[in-house]
């Protein structure tokens, strides 16, 4: 079994920035993908950013030139650096880790971004 631990999220004014940290109890093999899902009040759960074993990356169209995923292996942690936020980008983050036939989710951080 894996834990996979956030960390990062907060209340920040639209314009400036938020790290997220997501954290593997413990070194996986074989990661598919790691990335970040976002869902709002009302809303399905829609992928933000997530990076492959091989360390390629996808974005959503409405993160792109303004979020950067990126991987610590030696450190089994994703980040998502979030800058120039928007008051549409307040949600529940959550981590997800794709290894094999196994999905793990993390328990989900909030960010608010005000205007």
């Known amino acids: 079994q894996v834990q996979l631990v956030e960390s990062g999220g907060g209340l920040v004014q639209a314009g400036g920035s938020l790290r997220l940290s997501c954290a593997a109890s413990?070194?996986?093999?074989?990661?598919?993908?790691m990335g970040w899902y976002r869902q709002a009040p009302g809303k399905q759960r829609e992928l933000v950013a997530a990076?492959?074993?091989?360390?390629?990356?996808n974005y959503a169209d409405s993160v792109k030139g303004r979020f950067t995923i990126s991987r610590d292996n030696a450190k089994n942690t994703v980040y998502l650096q979030m800058n120039s936020l928007k008051p549409e980008d307040t949600a529940v983050y959550y981590c997800?880790?794709?290894?094999?036939?196994?999905?793990?989710w993390g328990q989900g951080t909030q960010v608010t971004v005000f205007s």
């Open positions: 997800n880790l794709a290894a094999g036939e196994y999905d793990y």
């Open positions: 413990r070194t996986i093999f074989r990661i598919n993908a």
């Open positions: 990076i492959t074993g091989g360390g390629i990356t």
